[in-house]
């Protein structure tokens, strides 16, 4: 029987498309086959991106993610993935989209000093559980009207979930119309109504030109 050899060159020329596409987008940035899908077969990508991991090109970083680590050059070591990296390649591969939870958003918008002890994220798709290392990242499918609006717009109606009606005072509103850009609150109005119903008032507040 005649064996069939694997092809070097083709082999190495995948390798190589993969790794000019990683280039592009800077070191830091992750990944999964799927951001490949272009270049070949599952496999044959899967079987490359292995290759490139042996070979201290890319890193895994948890189960079909791998990124283009960056170093710390001060340190003399190797930075740990970031975790916006990962959820933002997650959200690629799934086809979803994912924002952080109320509580991250809440934090990440100054209107809560809280500090999130977990790395919680909503999602339109399907519900994952990453762990990088020691720690972990959830993601959990939530409804469209969680999910509404892009960018900040998304952000804005996550915290405004998490701290509630009752809990949204004068001030919460003004720092957001300070800090939204205005495509994030022509973003937000789009969003309203398909957000929840106690929500749209606030919404409009926080969007006025």
């Known amino acids: ?22 280039c592009a987008r800077g070191r830091g940035a992750a990944f999964t086959w799927k951001d490949f899908a272009a270049f070949g077969k599952p496999d044959a990508i899967r079987q490359a991106l292995a290759r490139l991991v042996k070979r201290g090109k890319l890193r895994r ?15 003399g070591i190797v930075a740990a993935p970031s975790v916006g990296a990962v959820v933002d390649a997650v959200a690629r591969h799934d086809g979803a989209r994912i924002v952080p939870d109320g509580a ?40 469209p009207r969680l999910l ?13 979930k998490h701290l509630g009606a009752r809990d949204v005072d004068a001030a919460d509103i003004a720092r957001l119309q300070q800090l939204l850009a205005p495509r994030d609150k022509a973003a937000l109005r789009q969003a309203a109504p398909r957000t929840y ?13």
């Open 61 to 75: 970083v948890a189960r079909g993610i791998y990124d283009w680590p960056q170093t710390v050059a001060s340190l």
């Open 148 to 160: 509404a609006g892009r960018g900040g717009a998304a952000l804005v109606v996550s915290a405004l």
């Open 104 to 143: 991250q958003a809440a934090n990440r918008l100054g209107l809560s000093t809280q500090v999130p002890a977990r790395e919680l994220f909503l999602s339109s798709g399907r519900a994952h559980r990453i762990a990088l290392g020691k720690q972990v990242i959830q993601v959990r499918h939530a409804p």
């Open 1 to 22: 029987m005649k064996l069939i050899k694997p092809n070097k060159n083709k082999d190495s020329r995948l390798c190589a498309r993969i790794m000019k596409s990683v």
């Open 197 to 209: 119903r106690w929500m749209r008032p606030i919404i409009e507040q926080i969007a006025a030109n």
